[in-house]
């Protein structure tokens, strides 16, 4: 699979380096050669970045159709989209 930018991603291994655990969700924030590679930034709850790697398609997996996590946003700012990458893209176009 291929991601874009702001594709809301999953990591599928523990990086113990950086303090991140298989499941934990990112962001991409580039994307190098067409997939080849993803720039992924991880935030704590605060909002802070714990972690800005750069990973390969095999580390990181979609969150599209994926049961076990939801969001908690409110509808008048998200009405129409249940899509993790649509409503991340929304957010960061909506901060600009």
């Known amino acids: ?5 702001l594709d809301v991603v999953k990591i ?3 990086i113990a380096k950086y303090g ?3 499941g934990d969700i990112g962001a991409i924030v580039n994307v190098y050669n067409d997939g080849e590679a993803y720039e992924v930034e991880f935030v704590a709850p605060d ?3 714990t972690a800005l790697l750069t990973l390969m398609p095999n580390d ?3 969150l ?5 996590h939801t969001w908690n946003v409110h509808p008048d700012i998200y009405p129409s989209s249940n899509s993790y990458a649509a409503r991340t893209k929304q957010f ?3 901060q600009l």
Not at 64 to 68: C, K, R, V
């Open 12 to 14: 599928t291994h523990s």
């Open 1 to 5: 699979m291929i991601f874009e930018e």
């Open 64 to 68: 599209e159709n994926n049961p076990f």
């Open 60 to 62: 990181i997996r979609s």
């Open 47 to 49: 909002g802070r970045t």
């Open 20 to 22: 991140l655990k298989k």
């Open 92 to 94: 960061y176009n909506n």
